[in-house]
């Protein structure tokens, strides 16, 4: 099918992205979601891009952003009406092996976490979308217990807060969460550092979207964190294991989202190769059930609308479950899509 052809067959859906690892697949990859089933059929080939881990929208431009894993770069897309991407050019982190992105909400700024060595980078945006030379580097200093895998630090996530003000930098590393802002000129300014428990592996933040409450998801212990905001700081309060049956194999969280609703929280494992639901209370985080994502190592997903896509890195499936909207429990899954080294899922 010629790419006119595929631009007028799927101008009218939603499109979602995928982020894949090159080594064992194809760049940026770009879906028509069917809407009844959910299902995904190809609507545009594959950008081009180096082990593009992790994706980010620009909401006010809507320009693709993508890591380059293993060569230290960022990259930016323009996207067509009909959603086909057109590469603007990459630069440089500074970092090895960035791993998460996320454009500021003034839509000024790129900024990208580089697990390797631990350190956040920022990136002015152009009128164009396109990016500037690196604008600032701040380098995490630190190790923890794990010999293996805390030897020193590894900065995994931007998160920014609801207000907007400041963002949280998660460092597996070093069992730290680092709260910074931006200054107008792009530079990084420490704000605070909050504690997490020590050998959990901090990775990923979701918000829960109307209390405040904080959920990490802990790597290397396999577990939950939850933080209350106390003052301008986060205090945490809680913890939970990252899945309702003890896994028989060491498990290694990834991704953590709330529900829209807030009712919800989900969690991917990897290792057991289950998404688990633990239902929100208010003594916190209730354990509902785990899973099987149909695939092997979820690497990340995504919730959108009342359907749950599921990156599996190892099997190169993202794997399509209903989420049924009274319990928040996905069913088993109804649709798969192959794609080789799948990393991460974006609405598009």
């Given at each position: 099918?010629?790419?006119?052809?595929?631009?007028?067959?799927?101008?009218?859906?939603?499109?979602?992205?995928?982020?894949?690892?090159?080594?064992?697949?194809?760049?940026?990859?770009?879906?028509?979601?069917?809407?009844?089933?959910?299902?995904?059929?190809?609507?545009?080939?594959?950008?081009?891009?180096?082990?593009?881990?992790?994706?980010?929208?620009?909401?006010?431009?809507?320009?693709?952003?993508?890591?380059?894993?293993?060569?230290?770069?960022?990259?930016?897309?323009?996207?067509?009406?009909?959603?086909?991407?057109?590469?603007?050019?990459?630069?440089?982190?500074?970092?090895?092996?960035?791993?998460?992105?996320?454009?500021?909400?003034?839509?000024?700024?790129?900024?990208?976490?580089?697990?390797?060595?631990?350190?956040?980078?920022?990136?002015?945006?152009?009128?164009?979308?396109?990016?500037?030379?690196?604008?600032?580097?701040?380098?995490?200093?630190?190790?923890?217990?794990?010999?293996?895998?805390?030897?020193?630090?590894?900065?995994?996530?931007?998160?920014?807060?609801?207000?907007?003000?400041?963002?949280?930098?998660?460092?597996?590393?070093?069992?730290?969460?680092?709260?910074?802002?931006?200054?107008?000129?792009?530079?990084?300014?420490p704000v605070r550092e909050i504690p997490a428990d020590a050998g959990s592996g901090p990775r990923h933040i979701a918000f829960h979207p109307t209390s405040g409450t904080v959920y990490v998801s802990a790597e290397l212990?396999?577990?939950?964190?939850?933080?209350?905001p106390q003052g301008d700081g986060l205090v945490q309060v809680g913890k939970v294991a990252a899945t309702v049956e003890p896994p028989a194999e060491r498990n290694y969280p990834s991704h953590i989202e709330c529900s829209?609703?807030?009712?919800?929280?989900?969690?991917?494992?990897?290792?057991?190769?289950?998404?688990?639901?633990?239902?929100?209370?208010?003594?916190?985080?209730?354990?509902?059930?785990?899973?099987?994502?149909?695939?092997?190592?979820?690497?990340?997903?995504?919730?959108?609308?009342?359907?749950?896509?599921?990156?599996?890195?190892?099997?190169?499936?993202?794997?399509?479950?209903?989420?049924?909207?009274?319990?928040?429990?996905?069913?088993?899954?109804?649709?798969?899509?192959?794609?080789?080294?799948?990393?991460?899922?974006?609405?598009?």
């Amino acid at each position: 099918m010629s790419i006119t052809s595929m631009i007028n067959r799927y101008a009218d859906g939603m499109l979602i992205y995928v982020g894949a690892y090159t080594s064992t697949g194809g760049g940026i990859r770009c879906y028509e979601q069917d809407p009844s089933t959910g299902a995904l059929t190809e609507a545009h080939p594959p950008a081009t891009a180096i082990d593009p881990s992790f994706l980010a929208w620009d909401a006010v431009k809507a320009n693709l952003y993508a890591v380059s894993e293993s060569t230290g770069g960022v990259e930016a897309f323009a996207r067509s009406d009909h959603g086909l991407l057109t590469s603007l050019g990459q630069q440089w982190t500074g970092g090895a092996d960035p791993c998460h992105l996320v454009v500021d909400p003034t839509g000024k700024f790129l900024v990208t976490a580089n697990y390797a060595g631990g350190s956040v980078s920022v990136h002015p945006i152009n009128e164009d979308g396109s990016l500037g030379g690196r604008r600032d580097l701040l380098e995490h200093g630190g190790s923890g217990p794990d010999p293996e895998r805390q030897e020193g630090p590894h900065a995994h996530m931007i998160a920014y807060r609801p207000s907007g003000t400041s963002f949280y930098v998660t460092d597996l590393g070093t069992d730290q969460i680092h709260e910074y802002a931006l200054s107008p000129d792009g530079a990084i300014l420490p704000v605070r550092e909050i504690p997490a428990d020590a050998g959990s592996g901090p990775r990923h933040i979701a918000f829960h979207p109307t209390s405040g409450t904080v959920y990490v998801s802990a790597e290397l212990d396999s577990s939950v964190l939850v933080y209350q905001p106390q003052g301008d700081g986060l205090v945490q309060v809680g913890k939970v294991a990252a899945t309702v049956e003890p896994p028989a194999e060491r498990n290694y969280p990834s991704h953590i989202e709330c529900s829209a609703d807030g009712r919800f929280v989900y969690v991917a494992n990897r290792g057991t190769d289950c998404v688990t639901v633990f239902a929100v209370t208010p003594d916190g985080l209730t354990p509902v059930t785990d899973v099987p994502t149909g695939g092997r190592w979820p690497r990340h997903f995504a919730i959108i609308g009342d359907l749950l896509y599921i990156a599996n890195q190892d099997s190169g499936t993202i794997t399509v479950a209903p989420i049924d909207q009274a319990t928040g429990v996905p069913a088993t899954p109804v649709a798969v899509a192959e794609v080789a080294g799948a990393a991460c899922v974006l609405a598009g």
